[in-house]
């Protein structure tokens, strides 16, 4: 049976074309997804500034309260925890243990002409660490510096917390640049934490068992001590915030993808053997067995799937670093991480597409090795037949499912974390749709064949009948649609709806007017001078990181803790992004916070109280309530003093400062800001594209991963309607033999391919409909919102794909005369 498969290939080459096209898209999709997978789990960083040290000591970057439950993962500290100063000689005394060099990491912008150059500070005796060596002059006294670049002798200016300070180069060091070492008085003076390391590297006599020394040391505390590879993770702290991120794109955007893959994959080849019915009934009506049907579909589908699979390695590769790339460069994923695509990935795309085959032969050859040759020949000409349990069933499960998550979407589900539902609820309404297709094709087109006859002619009339009788094979041309346009549509308008609300929420109580930004980091003096301008009303530090409430209820606002903001004490008509409702701003000073009113109700906190936080540094803090504000659900953040969150940030520095002006006023701050290197002045915009920034991120990224999907599923359309198309040479052929003219037939595949269009944009949009109403009802208490032209874009292209996929094929057949001899594919 293999041998005549293989001989008649070149008689059905747009089947198996179809089929591998399929396989070897769906190949390279899940396999990149794969990657970023494999990347994000092994978050490998190459130890560069540390490298000298076998082993790296570091603080805990994450925190779990105290009581949590056990399967609840700890949540990743976004500021930099360091290790205790006091801990260094006792590393020291570890057995084992040749030395330990303490590393200060602190913010040392350099002014230039062009203005501050981003750069980290050093204490110089952690070079020993680096791969710095003197190539000219000494070592760093106090008011001096080695660089990498420049001269020894001249001076340079270094931002201290916004504040110019003036040093001497003492010497010139080899190695990567921005990076700057004072002497180690200096260093403790400037560093933000002059009572912790950022890390400490630990030296070893060559030889020596690394892993009782790992185990020794973990003994002195709650420490995290990394060898190897591991180790560039200590230099680059927040790659583990960023590595949580990598895995939960890839797995939910991988799950899609999978699901998505094996359903195009199964569509085409079942697709490929019900066009061969004819054929399957005539080996069956000269006494071949069912069971050899069934060896040579399934011969035949691997036949096309393994080389498939061979050829998807390539674009897989390619697309999976392209991927990872473009994450990188919108800060998604750390640039500094290394990229792996081994053989997990590749398995997971084979197993996959090769699985999703094997799966849809068996199918389609249980249904052509058990049916009558007569009955196979009947339906080979006009397939009337589609029902079956197993359809039926698999069908209601994945509608009852799409309806179970929208009922936790409309119902459990609070702002952001709706998308945790309405997103995979697409996927469920699609595949449902999709397997009971020819009942929705019918009722689709009961709805459109009216208005379309009434616009066209004979030959639309004849299209119309033509689509009644074969609705069960027209719904293999109208499902891809349909896939192709509600999963763009819903998940496209998902995040339009997501940027909108989240806008919406952060300037609904936005009071300021004009902001002071500094990427390197401003004066806390700034704002008592900002202040004092003649037609400011009241301005406030800004600042922004993340915490965790202690508290047995208290948990987090979502997976990645709770977001704090920290502002300066003011009165009523004060800048403070948030509508206080009991108590006041004016008292947020020293231990004390402001909690939005829903967090309050949830832990049992009233004004006056007190609750137990944990910073972004691992600081645990005990605040009084001071103030409960009014916010959006879904969009709490939790409001601290400006000063007790700078004193818990890596660099403590402050990069915003909020302005309110006096009605009618405005103040000259161009002039004051001027006066302090990087910092610039901006409207009230500003600030609210930077609070959106996190979301146009994520938007963005799931543009990008959206467009695969989308670019997948119309590989499909293509696939089903040429497929589809070329397999009806014989009706054409008929249809001029009778005296329809090649015009006449184009017109009735014109009128076909707008009712397959219509029929599709249908079902399309109900299916994305049903996730984004309970999606945008939670998210922004609205209808889903959006640029029309999105929508307008998704039915513009899918109408041009099913034009074009019907009318070229036919327009290639047309050519041909009538009467020469014709072959399905």
Not at 258 to 285: K, N, Y
């Amino acid at each position: 049976m293999m041998r005549l498969a293989i001989r008649t290939l070149r008689f059905r080459k747009g089947g198996f074309i179809a089929t591998f096209v399929a396989v070897v898209f769906g190949t390279a999709i899940v396999m990149a997804c794969g990657g970023l997978m494999e990347t994000g789990i092994r978050s490998n960083v190459e130890p560069q500034r540390l490298a000298a040290a076998p082993i790296v000591v570091s603080g805990p970057q994450s925190h779990k309260p105290a009581g949590a439950d056990e399967d609840l993962d700890a949540f990743p500290l976004p500021e930099v925890v360091g290790v205790p100063t006091d801990l260094l000689a006792k590393i020291r005394s570890v057995e084992g243990v040749t030395g330990a060099l303490g590393d200060r990491t602190f913010s040392a912008p350099i002014v230039t002409p062009a203005g501050p150059a981003v750069a980290q500070g050093h204490n110089w005796a952690s070079a020993a660490l680096a791969p710095y060596r003197l190539v000219s002059g000494h070592a760093p006294a106090v008011g001096q510096v080695v660089s990498t670049t420049g001269k020894v002798g001249e001076r340079v200016s270094v931002l201290v917390r916004g504040v110019p300070q003036t040093f001497t180069v003492s010497g010139i060091a080899s190695g990567p640049a921005g990076h700057t070492f004072f002497s180690e008085r200096d260093a403790t003076r400037l560093s933000h934490t002059p009572d912790r390391y950022a890390d400490i590297g630990v030296l070893v006599a060559p030889g020596t068992d690394l892993d009782a020394v790992v185990e020794r040391i973990e003994a002195l505390g709650e420490l995290t001590v990394r060898t190897g590879i591991d180790r560039g993770l200590a230099e680059h702290p927040g790659t583990e915030v960023q590595r949580t991120a990598l895995i939960s794109i890839a797995g939910s955007f991988g799950g899609i993808a999978v699901m998505t893959m094996m359903f195009v994959v199964a569509s085409t080849l079942a697709l490929s053997a019900q066009h061969r019915e004819r054929e399957f009934a005539l080996l069956r009506g000269i006494g071949t067995t069912p069971g050899q049907v069934r060896r040579m579909i399934l011969g035949e589908g691997l036949l096309v799937a393994l080389p498939a699979v061979a050829v998807g390695i390539i674009p897989g590769m390619l697309l999976g670093r392209f991927l990872f790339d473009q994450l990188a460069a919108h800060g998604v994923a750390s640039p500094v991480i290394s990229f792996y695509q081994g053989l997990i990935p590749f398995a997971a795309g084979a197993g996959g597409a090769v699985l999703a085959v094997i799966g849809a032969a068996l199918i389609a050859a249980r249904k052509s090795a058990k049916i009558k040759p007569v009955q196979a020949l009947m339906e080979s000409s006009l397939q009337r037949k589609w029902f079956s349990w197993a359809r039926l069933i698999a069908g209601l499960l994945f509608l009852g499912g799409g309806i179970a998550l929208l009922i936790v979407t409309a119902t459990v589900m609070v702002g952001p974390l709706a998308g945790a539902t309405a997103g995979p609820s697409v996927l469920c309404w699609a595949i449902g749709v999709a397997l009971l297709g020819p009942f929705w094709t019918k009722a689709a087109l009961l709805l459109w064949r009216w208005p379309v006859q009434l616009l066209s002619r004979v030959n639309g009339r004849l299209a119309i009948r033509n689509v009644s009788v074969r609705s069960v094979a027209m719904s293999a041309a109208v499902m891809p649609v349909m896939l192709a346009v509600g999963i763009s549509t819903a998940n496209l308008y998902m995040q339009t709806t997501q940027v909108s609300a989240a806008a919406k929420a952060f300037t609904r109580d936005l009071n300021a007017d004009i902001v002071l930004t500094s990427p390197v980091g401003m004066s806390p003096n700034l704002v008592q001078q900002v202040q004092s301008v003649q037609g400011v009303a009241g301005a406030s530090a800004y600042i922004r990181s993340t915490g965790v409430i202690d508290e047995p209820q208290g948990a987090p606002i979502d997976d990645d803790g709770a977001p704090l903001i920290g502002i300066d004490a003011q009165g009523p008509n004060g800048t403070a992004p948030v509508r206080v409702t009991t108590g006041s701003l004016s008292g947020l000073t020293g231990s004390t916070v402001a909690l939005p009113e829903y967090i309050a109700q949830k832990i049992n906190r009233g004004l006056g109280s007190h609750l137990t936080m944990t910073l972004g540094d691992g600081t645990s803090v005990t605040l009084r309530v001071v103030a409960l504000f009014a916010a959006e659900r879904g969009y709490e953040t939790i409001v601290l003093p400006a000063d007790l969150v700078t004193a818990h940030t890596t660099d403590g520095l402050i990069r915003q400062i909020l302005v309110r002006t006096k009605p009618g006023a405005h103040p000259d701050l161009t002039t004051l800001a001027a006066t302090h290197p990087g910092v610039q002045v901006a409207d009230r915009q500003a600030l609210v594209s930077a609070n959106a920034e996190d979301q146009k991120t994520q938007a963005w990224v799931n543009y990008m991963l959206v467009g695969m999907l989308i670019a997948y599923t119309a590989v499909s359309v293509v696939n089903t309607l040429v497929s589809t198309t070329l397999r009806r040479r014989r009706e054409f052929a008929l249809q001029r033999l009778t005296g329809s003219t090649r015009t006449q037939v184009l017109r009735m595949l014109t009128t076909e391919s707008t009712l397959i269009t219509l029929s599709g944009l249908t079902l399309g949009t109900l299916v994305a409909l049903a996730c984004l109403l309970p999606y945008s009802s939670k998210v922004a208490r609205s209808l889903p919102t959006g640029p029309l032209w999105i929508y307008l874009l998704i039915i513009t292209a899918a109408t041009l794909l099913t034009f074009a996929s019907t009318l070229l094929p036919a327009l290639t057949t047309l050519r041909h005369s009538p009467t020469q001899p014709t072959h399905t594919d």
